[in-house]
């Protein structure tokens, strides 16, 4: 058997992926590497509506649809998905489980010194789950703080733990759960009198007969000053910034297309939050802008 040039270059490059990962070296893969290996390696939580996987193992949600739009249009279209718990997926990262997370995390200066952020994919407003009638009349992050006695539901490493900590919410009145598919019964059973996360990941918890409800209405947590928007990114490892600056190119094509405005509004996400999500750059982001 004869190989060209171009095999053998295909094959010393899979081998040397290969050959990192067996030595347990924590190295991100360049664009060039992820072209040649065939496939790109994606992550995503199990969060409605932002990413998880539907009952035939197929990616689904916000960031899997349009990470996949993206990286069919940089002739990546052959995507191996696999699910993580939301606090993993930035070690995951780090440890090169992955090439890129699609998860639509909140893109904060912390996570920045950790990982690379591609540029805003979409912006949103948290929201609160509560029962049905809002017996504790629970309107905010900042009412919890006030009462020592209220419990609020978080999944840990998000941004509304951060907020709600930024506002006064005590370490011990925070229930910290694994994903949003807990919150329901987490506040049915009483064990937290409220759940935060966005309010499209709130509204899509809100099923009929349920006895909870979106609390409305709903103030924006404000943190020393400045009230709080959530802006998400999709996240690469330390050193894949060729593979973040082809993926950002792309990407601002694909916000002007009717396919990326559907994949959004299918899923919750107002015409004003998709505006506003070019209304900030990622770089501003980082430095806490």
């Given at each position: 058997m004869?190989l060209?040039?171009?095999?053998?270059?295909?094959l010393a490059t899979?081998?040397?992926i290969?050959?990192?990962?067996?030595?347990?070296?924590?190295?991100?893969?360049?664009?060039?590497?992820?072209?040649?290996?065939?496939?790109?390696?994606?992550?995503?939580a199990?969060e409605v509506p932002?990413?998880?996987?539907?009952?035939?193992?197929?990616?689904?949600?916000?960031?899997?649809e349009?990470?996949?739009?993206?990286?069919?249009?940089?002739?990546?279209?052959?995507?191996?998905?696999?699910?993580t718990?939301?606090?993993?997926?930035?070690?995951?990262?780090?440890?090169?489980?992955?090439?890129?997370?699609?998860?639509?995390?909140d893109?904060?200066?912390a996570?920045?010194?950790?990982?690379?952020?591609?540029?805003?994919?979409?912006?949103y407003?948290?929201?609160l789950l509560?029962?049905?009638g809002?017996?504790k009349?629970?309107?905010?992050?900042?009412?919890?703080a006030k009462?020592?006695?209220?419990?609020?539901?978080?999944?840990?490493?998000?941004?509304?733990?951060?907020?709600?900590?930024?506002?006064?919410?005590?370490?011990?009145?925070l229930?910290?759960?694994?994903n949003?598919?807990?919150?329901?019964?987490?506040?049915?059973s009483?064990r937290?009198?409220?759940y935060?996360?966005?309010e499209a990941?709130?509204?899509?918890?809100?099923?009929?007969?349920?006895?909870?409800?979106?609390a409305?209405?709903?103030?924006?947590?404000?943190?020393?000053?400045?009230?709080m928007r959530?802006?998400?990114?999709?996240?690469?490892?330390?050193?894949?910034?060729?593979?973040?600056?082809?993926?950002?190119?792309v990407?601002?094509e694909?916000?002007?297309?009717?396919e990326?405005?559907?994949?959004?509004?299918?899923?919750?996400?107002?015409?004003?939050?998709?505006?506003?999500?070019?209304?900030?750059?990622?770089?501003?982001?980082?430095a806490?802008?």
């Amino acid at each position: 058997m004869q190989l060209n040039f171009d095999t053998m270059g295909r094959l010393a490059t899979k081998g040397a992926i290969a050959s990192l990962l067996l030595s347990g070296i924590a190295q991100a893969a360049t664009l060039e590497q992820i072209k040649a290996q065939g496939y790109v390696r994606a992550a995503t939580a199990n969060e409605v509506p932002y990413g998880y996987m539907d009952t035939d193992g197929k990616a689904k949600g916000i960031a899997p649809e349009v990470a996949e739009a993206v990286l069919t249009k940089m002739g990546l279209g052959e995507v191996q998905w696999v699910v993580t718990p939301f606090g993993s997926l930035i070690p995951g990262l780090k440890a090169n489980r992955f090439d890129i997370v699609a998860a639509e995390q909140d893109i904060l200066p912390a996570r920045c010194e950790q990982v690379l952020f591609s540029e805003p994919n979409s912006s949103y407003g948290d929201g609160l789950l509560v029962p049905a009638g809002n017996p504790k009349n629970i309107h905010s992050y900042e009412d919890v703080a006030k009462n020592p006695d209220l419990k609020l539901a978080v999944v840990n490493g998000t941004s509304h733990m951060t907020f709600a900590e930024g506002v006064g919410v005590a370490e011990d009145q925070l229930i910290v759960i694994a994903n949003n598919a807990d919150a329901p019964a987490t506040v049915s059973s009483n064990r937290a009198d409220a759940y935060a996360a966005t309010e499209a990941t709130v509204t899509s918890l809100v099923k009929e007969g349920s006895g909870l409800e979106l609390a409305n209405p709903f103030s924006d947590p404000v943190v020393k000053g400045k009230a709080m928007r959530s802006f998400g990114g999709f996240a690469f490892a330390q050193g894949s910034e060729d593979f973040v600056a082809e993926f950002n190119k792309v990407l601002s094509e694909v916000k002007t297309t009717d396919e990326y405005k559907k994949i959004l509004t299918t899923y919750g996400v107002s015409g004003a939050s998709i505006a506003a999500s070019v209304a900030k750059k990622t770089a501003d982001l980082c430095a806490g802008k």
